[in-house]
């Protein structure tokens, strides 16, 4: 929590502004969400389970002096789904978290630039040069704590979606109750994706475009003041973006992408499986 900490210093620093605008639109999604998870997480857990009993015979063998094994597939039929539901809870949780955080960001950003578009005097300048770095930091901070888990939650999400949508396309026999269990899976997982990767990429646009307009308010600040230019130099010329595990740098471009090959190996498996 020490970003929010962060950014709710930098918000006491805009005098007469209210930044965080919005935030009804997180608690709904949230709303939303949780209700899904709750419809997906009953129909798991009613659906009659996907394990038969079959594919654990060799197992409940081995535990048939402790167990027995019908007794053991229902306790293995319960494990799986509290899993599978704590999994798809935690990263929807995860992804409103990182959606929010960014969402503040690009709101602290644009009060800084509604600044930067008045008649600034020169002694306005610096102060704003550093509210714009102390925003920099907090997307350090962020990226350096949460690029791992973003990228985790944005691969389990497109795998989840992958199964889930060939699942659905390539099954010959389909019900009501599966196809609505797969269906919510299927929105659970892209609603997830989308609200990280796409927060993401309009945070680092809009960071950008504040640091391109910063580096052009730099030449105002006077001459005497050249050590203190130097330092915000330096500061505004590091790299400051939000990415996946510091491998891809978050972009539209990559959201694209990403379901782009999603449909490519759909196609491919589609047409091996046809071909067999």
């Not at 015979?57 to 048939?64: F, H, V």
């Not at 027995?68 to 935690?90: D, G, K, M, T, W």
């Not at 950003?109 to 925003?135: A, F, G, M, Y």
Request: aromatic share 14%.
């Amino acid at each position: 929590m020490h970003v929010i900490e962060n950014l709710n210093q930098i918000h006491e620093k805009f005098s007469g502004h209210n930044p965080i605008r919005g935030k009804y639109f997180f608690i709904v999604y949230f709303i939303f969400s949780q209700i899904l998870v709750a419809i997906w997480g009953f129909l798991l857990y009613h659906a009659g389970g996907s394990i038969k009993p079959q594919d654990i015979k060799q197992k409940a063998i081995i535990l048939s002096d402790y167990l027995e094994p019908r007794s053991f597939l229902v306790l293995f039929e319960h494990v799986q789904a509290l899993y599978n539901f704590s999994q798809v809870f935690i990263i929807s949780v995860f992804a409103m978290f990182y959606g929010f955080t960014c969402k503040c960001i690009r709101d602290l950003t644009r009060c800084l630039l509604d600044q930067q578009n008045k008649n600034s005097s020169s002694d306005e300048i610096e102060p704003l040069i550093s509210l714009h770095v102390d925003i920099m930091k907090c997307i350090n901070y962020m990226d350096s704590n949460f690029s791992y888990f973003a990228f985790a939650t944005v691969f389990i999400s497109m795998m989840g979606t992958f199964w889930a949508a060939y699942r659905l396309a390539f099954r010959k026999t389909l019900t009501a109750e599966y196809f609505f269990f797969k269906l919510c899976l299927i929105i659970i997982n892209i609603s997830t994706q989308l609200l990280i990767m796409l927060s993401a990429s309009l945070t680092n646009e809009l960071t950008e475009e504040a640091t391109r307009r910063m580096q052009c308010l730099l030449c105002r600040i006077p001459a005497a003041k050249r050590e203190i230019k130097c330092n915000l130099k330096d500061d505004l010329t590091q790299p400051n973006s939000l990415t996946l595990w510091k491998i891809y740098v978050m972009d539209r471009s990559l959201i694209i992408s990403s379901y782009a090959s999603l449909l490519t190996f759909g196609i491919l498996l589609g047409a091996l499986g046809n071909s067999q």
